[in-house]
């Protein structure tokens, strides 16, 4: 049996839907890829597609999804609030079967040899799939995003894994790697002060003190006119959705708000998700497809 990968790509383009989607189409038009979730966010101006399928056909898929991206995005004209290094920022590769993130590996680095050979964009390395000698997370080589990233590269602080040791003008540099399920989850609160949400973000993350396993920003939404606390959860078993909430939830009752809606972005596996735990933390559009086995042949 073909070892079967889940891959959730992210683009630094969330304002036009039509865009989104004939990115998204690119996988679809390979026969055993299911293309599960399309999430789009105009204020972080990022989408972040999540589909199925045979490892070696994921890893098509998301070069295919790829080159429609970096016809359609220009990282010249772009603003979100979200961190981003490139027009095809992130690309991790999952294993959805016990045993199989050695599958997952080898999926990234071929993703990453393939668009920069391909398209002359330098390409990073990070969790499981980074090399030897190179260990690295996604925060780290996002720090200080595009900007930061060019001086570091510059300087020789930093070297991609494949492709030119410059960012790209027009599409900068991408990351790839190989992971365990990640939630993301973002808690809307019922007030604009940004200056909250970022207070909040530092005692949530794990960084500074919070919970295990939790990346948080805070972050002001301008579509909606309130501030959102954005979170990773990158080991649901050290900290659940529920704990991240009530975390937030207090801390923002503390302080006289109120929280108005969380949300997934992406799936989450149904050890960490279930309606019971939806309900708890008012979630946005609660359906059984965003559990990951929900999908699963």
């Known amino acids: 049996m073909s070892s079967f990968l889940e891959c959730v790509p992210n683009f630094s383009e ?21 293309v599960i979730d399309i999430n789009h966010d105009p204020d972080h101006h990022r989408s972040v597609v999540t589909f199925m399928g045979p490892s070696e056909e994921v890893v098509e898929a998301a070069l295919l999804m790829a080159e429609v991206a970096l016809k359609l995005i220009d990282l010249r004209s772009h603003v979100g609030v979200h961190p981003r290094i490139g027009a095809v920022d992130v690309v991790p590769f999952v294993p959805l ?51 930061g990233l060019k001086k570091r590269m510059e300087t020789g602080a930093i070297i991609p894994d494949f492709g030119p040791k410059t960012v790209h003008e027009k599409w900068g540099a991408t990351v790839t790697g190989a992971r365990m399920p990640l939630i993301a989850f973002n808690v809307n609160l019922e007030c604009s002060d940004l200056h909250l949400a970022q207070s909040i973000a530092s005692m949530v993350r794990e960084r500074d003190g919070g919970l295990p396993g939790v990346r948080a920003l805070g972050l002001y939404l301008a579509s909606r006119g309130i501030v959102q606390v954005s979170t990773n959860i990158t080991d649901y078993r050290l900290s659940s959705l529920l704990q991240v909430y009530r975390r937030i939830e207090e801390a923002a009752s503390k302080a006289g708000v109120k929280i108005r809606e969380s949300e997934l972005i992406g ?25 990951i086995e929900y999908h699963l042949p």
């Open 97 to 147: 079967r016990h045993g199989e993130m050695k599958t997952a590996v080898e999926a990234a680095r071929e993703f990453g040899r393939e668009l920069a050979e391909r398209f002359k964009i330098p390409v990073f390395l990070y969790g499981e799939a980074a090399t030897a000698g190179k260990k690295r997370e996604l925060p780290e080589i996002r720090k200080g995003g595009l900007e």
């Open 14 to 34: 969330g304002r036009d839907k039509n865009k989104v989607h004939e990115i998204a189409r690119a996988a679809s038009s390979l026969k055993r890829v299911k």
């Open 267 to 291: 799936l989450a596996p149904a050890e960490a998700l279930s309606p019971e735990v939806a309900r708890e933390i008012h979630l946005k559009n609660f359906s059984p497809k965003m559990i």
